[in-house]
């Protein structure tokens, strides 16, 4: 129930009564700002909603982390009292931007490679995007080795080359070989490289194989895979245990349970971590699959917009659109992944000239220090600073009152960053920078997604809503939803997911034998991996499917699907359903007019202001206007209505 957010945020301050059920704690962990979303799983007052943000603390993702539920159980309980809060909960749901974030950024570890039989650094390189992504992850810190070699020349080969990559700057090592050899090579150059540096040492550089991370016949994908998962894995790991650790101190019940990006939930030690990487779109991405389905958007396109990037996937017939082979900024993987592009355009997103033109992102000054306005150091300009110079934005209201912004530090970074290389006035260099925003925006939805007239846009995430109407129009689209939750939709969206794993083997005939002997292999491996979740596979819900080179066919399990030919393999999903959020409300009810009891001075004009969360159900208006609620606001420009309605979403239509 959407709109329960509300009024759970104004009244919930007495407490959480004895009808409120267990709760579900939802935490989005993005580049510049952290939401909490927390909800009640039932009891006599159905679902409720308590939501909250706090910065992004890059240094220490866990200080957010706390800070965040911290805030939370003050609006529960009004009072801070964590251990009360954690008692109390069911499960705690996390994803994180912060893979993405680095992806875009190319912050992390410096990567070396080993390669070897028939696998070569070219074949790594095959288009722009694999050619850009290898030279800012691996650049020249790469090399090869030679099976052919005897053991003591292979094994003194093997230490000259990992020396040779730590002395170039890697600090984690990936080894991937090609071939039939594949994984048997990898295994052979592990057993020697084990005996020269034994990881118990100082400063041992770790090594990873690429067949320990994924079985995949495709070897550039597979070291591709590999790749990605040693770039991200150093920040996932130590954050999540050391939050997991700090979690258990305060006596909570139940394991964070990590959201992927295939949309189930997994325990920490159960998460390898590319499957983390956007793991918080993808949860943007399932609540707007939620949307869809509950008011029957057969084309929905979701706009997340963060601090730092804008995430967009699509919901085609109720369903997110996913790569059985995902990609990851146009490099195919060996997973399957939510078909999200991530761009470096977002409300921190550095926003300066080159070359006598506006350039926006994609480094981001995220949330330390943070747009000039904050006040926390930020000399840079950002598109926050230019909406609160163009009077969208109110410095008494921003944030819920929590974040005190000021207008001349964003005045002054406009000054020397924008107008002065212009030659513009700061209020104009502040229009400039909005148009080139937008245009990159709905750019980014266009490359993105065939638009058509029954295309919906979905805006949500801080800074989605503030010009919806200006991105919707330049991208074609006449039709907007807000959800009421839009700032913290992603986290909201998480809490639509299950705990559920995958496994996959190879059918080494394609008989009722064959597939017999994979179901078994598969059987015991889940059985063993839901045990590990702290369940027992009888009651889990299990599904399979045939995978025949890139196509998917689905099936009971018990027989083989029609002409099956290897190579193939069977794959299995063992799911255990817990509990949801859900969704109410609906549109083309009873109108009526919006109230509004004040109005915004914005650079054209004073427009009304509307208080989303002091409007009725039905309540209807005419832009421009400026709609506004304590975590986002939204300019409702000329040749636009706004409706909103009893679960708080907001309805914006081109008329």
């Known amino acids: 129930m959407t709109h329960a957010v509300a009024s759970a945020d104004r009244g919930?301050?007495?407490?959480?009564?004895?009808?409120?059920?267990?709760?579900?704690?939802?935490?989005?962990?993005?580049?510049?700002?952290?939401?909490?979303?927390?909800?009640?799983?039932?009891?006599e007052s159905g679902q409720r909603v308590w939501r909250t943000k706090t910065l992004t603390t890059p240094y220490d993702l866990s200080k957010c982390l706390f800070e965040g539920l911290k805030k939370a159980s003050v609006s529960l309980?009004?009072?801070?009292?964590?251990q009360r809060l954690l008692l109390a909960t069911e499960s705690i749901r996390y994803s994180t931007t912060q893979g993405t974030n680095a992806l875009v950024e190319r912050k992390g570890p410096r990567l070396g490679l080993i390669l070897g039989g028939d696998l070569t650094a070219a074949q790594l390189q095959a288009n722009d995007h694999a050619s850009g992504l290898f030279g800012a992850l691996v650049a020249d810190r790469f090399d090869t080795l030679d099976l052919a070699l005897a053991d003591a020349e292979l094994e003194a080969a093997a230490a000259r080359v990992v020396t040779k990559l730590a002395a170039s700057g890697a600090n984690r090592i990936v080894v991937a070989f090609?071939?039939?050899?594949?994984?048997?090579?990898?295994?052979?150059?592990?057993?020697?490289?084990?005996?020269?540096?034994?990881?118990?040492?100082?400063?041992?550089?770790?090594?990873?194989?690429?067949h320990e991370v994924v079985e995949d016949d495709d070897d550039p994908r597979r070291a591709w895979t590999a790749l990605f998962n040693a770039f991200l894995h150093p920040a996932m790991e130590r954050?999540?245990?050391?939050?997991?650790?700090?979690?258990?101190?305060?006596?909570?019940?139940?394991?964070?349970?990590?959201?992927?990006?295939?949309?189930?939930?997994?325990?920490?030690?159960?998460?390898?971590?590319?499957?983390?990487?956007?793991?918080?779109?993808?949860?943007?991405?399932?609540?707007?699959?939620?949307?869809?389905?509950?008011y029957g958007f057969n084309h929905l396109l979701s706009m997340d917009i963060g601090g730092t990037t804008t995430d967009v996937a699509v919901v085609a017939q109720h369903a997110v659109r996913t790569d059985r082979r995902g990609k990851v900024e146009g490099v195919a993987t060996s997973f399957e992944l939510c078909n999200v592009q991530s761009f470096g355009v977002g409300g921190s997103s550095i926003i300066q000239v080159v070359d006598g033109r506006i350039v926006v992102g994609p480094e981001s000054v995220g949330g330390a220090p943070g747009p000039?306005?904050?006040?926390?150091?930020?000399?840079?300009?950002?598109?926050?600073?230019a909406f609160l110079v163009m009077g969208l934005l109110d410095p008494a209201s921003y944030f819920g009152g929590e974040l005190k912004i000021d207008i001349e530090r964003a005045r002054a970074a406009i000054q020397s960053n924008v107008a002065m290389p212009l030659g513009l006035s700061v209020e104009a260099a502040a229009e400039a920078m909005e148009k080139a925003w937008v245009r990159k925006v709905a750019d980014g939805l266009q490359a993105f997604a065939t638009v058509t007239p029954q295309t919906t846009l979905?805006?949500?995430?801080?800074?989605?809503?503030?010009?919806?109407?200006?991105?919707?129009?330049?991208?074609?689209?006449?039709?907007?939803?807000?959800?009421?939750?839009a700032a913290v939709f992603s986290a909201f969206g998480i809490?639509?997911?299950?705990?559920?794993?995958?496994?996959?083997?190879?059918?080494?005939?394609?008989?009722?034998?064959?597939?017999a002997a994979a179901r078994a292999m598969l059987l015991e491996r889940a059985k063993r991996g839901m045990f590990a979740e702290g369940f027992d596979l009888a009651d889990c819900e299990l599904s399979y499917a045939l995978q025949a080179g890139e196509t998917s066919i689905a099936f009971d399990g018990s027989g083989l699907p029609g002409d099956v030919r290897p190579p193939c393999s069977l794959r299995l999903q063992a799911l255990k359903p817990v509990p949801h959020a859900r969704m109410s409300g609906h549109f083309g009810g009873e109108r009526h007019a919006a109230t509004s009891s004040a109005r915004r001075q914005t650079l054209g004009a004073a427009l009304p202001l509307y208080r989303a969360e002091a409007q009725m159900p039905g309540a209807a208006a005419a832009g421009p206007a400026v709609l506004e609620e304590a975590f986002f606001t939204a300019r409702i420009d000329a040749g636009w209505?706004?409706?909103?309605?009893?679960?708080?979403?907001?309805?914006?239509s081109h008329h």
Do not use: M
């Open 178 to 210: 090609g071939g039939l050899a594949r994984s048997s090579g990898e295994a052979q150059i592990r057993r020697l490289l084990l005996r020269k540096f034994p990881p118990h040492l100082l400063g041992a550089v770790p090594i990873l194989y690429s």
């Open 77 to 82: 309980y009004g009072e801070a009292d964590v």
């Open 458 to 485: 979905a805006a949500f995430g801080g800074a989605g809503p503030f010009v919806a109407c200006a991105i919707a129009e330049a991208a074609g689209i006449a039709k907007v939803i807000i959800p009421g939750l």
């Open 641 to 652: 209505r706004f409706e909103i309605n009893e679960a708080g979403d907001i309805l914006l």
């Open 239 to 294: 954050f999540l245990y050391n939050a997991e650790h700090q979690l258990r101190e305060f006596k909570t019940q139940n394991p964070l349970l990590i959201f992927r990006n295939d949309g189930h939930s997994a325990r920490v030690a159960r998460t390898i971590a590319l499957k983390t990487y956007s793991s918080g779109p993808r949860g943007g991405a399932e609540g707007a699959k939620a949307l869809a389905s509950h």
């Open 372 to 385: 000039a306005c904050f006040g926390l150091g930020g000399q840079l300009a950002t598109i926050t600073d």
């Open 12 to 43: 919930a301050r007495g407490g959480v009564g004895r009808g409120s059920g267990k709760l579900l704690i939802n935490i989005d962990n993005g580049g510049t700002l952290t939401d909490i979303c927390v909800l009640s799983t039932g009891g």
């Open 495 to 515: 809490g639509f997911s299950d705990i559920a794993h995958h496994y996959e083997a190879p059918l080494a005939t394609a008989d009722a034998e064959g597939l």
